[in-house]
């Protein structure tokens, strides 16, 4: 699908544009709640990398599912998942989305079909084809919606994912969000093929590559690509390339690259690009912009308030589902 034939209506458009702003103020609180201590453990933002998340969930129905890596509040937020819930489950409060148990990187949501937030690299791929095996099995048209990072793709788990995948012609949607760095190696001293794709066109997988900095970029590929999964039932690699603004995680001095790099790749910002094209296109006023940033800031401290008057587990309750058990 070419980008000339988005139908971008103004309601669509503010939309996406809520969705990128939204993750973007949420990761700045974020990181704020962080260095007061009020979130504790590991924190890797999404900052910069807004039009992947946005672009790719919004070719997906209610039905399908999503499974990610630690780096998910974006996905996580696109999705619809409360800032509440995933702001409480950061502070570790029972009224989080995973009851506080999983922090930053393992957000979940079964009403939403968001499956994680998955610490271990690589790890959820498996279980995507899994479950894109059991729609095919079962008759049902959904797909499987998998985001990786470039260093997932040097692991032996998506290299066998993808083939399973091709054998098995699965409903699977793989979408790599490149960002260049990983945990902080550059992929030119990771990847032999620093083009991606076509490690997807190597298992016989319908692969393209899209520039992940252009919200258009990403709606037109990921429509396409869900379109064709829906029409054919075979998997499909979208290799989105991207850049955080922001170092891996909270923890990282970020000594593996240079400052001037970020800063060139800050000049490609999705988020003021695409705002600026509606206002070009005449889809929305600077009122509308100026309305929506109140709204999302008042989204974003209510959610700091709801965290902030969530409760601590008991600590008679800390063995809880240690083993399975029913939720009560």
């Given at each position: 699908?070419e980008?000339s034939?988005l139908n971008?209506t103004?309601?669509?458009?503010l939309?996406?544009?809520y ?20 979130i504790?453990?590991?924190?890797h933002?999404?900052?910069g990398?807004e ?9 997906l129905?209610a039905d399908?599912v999503?499974l ?7 996905h ?5 998942m ?10 570790g ?22 499956y ?11 279980m ?5 095996l ?8 959904q ?11 040097a692991?032996?788990e998506?290299?066998?994912s993808?083939?399973?995948?091709a ?7 793989f979408?790599c ?10 992929i030119?001293?990771?990847?032999s093929?620093?083009?991606l ?15 992940g ?16 999964i ?5 998997p ?11 170092a891996?995680s ?17 000049k490609r910002d999705p988020i ?5 094209y ?12 100026k ?21 601590l ?9 240690v083993?399975s058990?029913?939720?009560?």
């Open positions: 699908m980008q034939e971008i103004a309601e669509k458009g939309h996406f544009l969705q990128m702003k939204l993750i973007r103020r949420f990761e700045e609180k974020a990181a704020e709640q962080y260095t007061k201590a009020k504790r453990g590991f924190l933002l999404y900052i990398e039009a992947v998340a946005v672009g790719v969930i919004q070719a129905t399908d999503i990610s890596t630690y780096r998910e509040h974006g996580a937020l696109a999705r619809g409360s800032p509440k819930a995933i702001m409480a489950e950061m502070y409060k029972q009224e989080g989305c995973s009851m506080g148990r999983g922090g930053s990187m393992h957000l979940f949501d079964k009403s939403k079909n968001f994680g937030g998955n610490a271990i690299v690589a790890g959820h791929l498996p995507s084809v899994g479950m894109a059991a729609f095919k099995k079962q008759g049902k048209a797909i499987s919606c998998c985001f990786f990072g470039e260093g997932a793709a692991e032996g998506f290299h066998e993808m083939n399973l995948a054998l098995w012609s699965v409903p699977v949607l979408v969000e490149n960002n260049l760095y990983a945990m902080g190696t550059a030119r001293f990771t990847h093929m620093q083009q794709e076509k490690k997807g066109i190597a298992y016989g997988i319908e692969s393209k590559a899209v520039d900095m252009d919200l258009m970029a990403v709606l037109a590929a990921t429509n396409e690509a869900a379109e064709l829906r029409k054919t039932g075979k499909y690699l979208l290799v989105c390339n991207t850049f955080r603004f922001r891996h909270m923890f990282d001095a970020e000594l593996y690259r240079d400052k001037s790099e970020v800063e060139e790749w800050k003021p690009a695409f705002e600026k509606i206002l070009d296109q005449q889809l929305i006023i600077e009122s509308d912009i309305a929506l940033n109140a709204r999302i800031e008042l989204e974003i401290q209510q959610s700091v308030d709801f965290a902030e008057a969530g409760t587990e008991p600590i008679d309750k800390l063995t809880h589902f083993y058990e029913s939720i009560k």
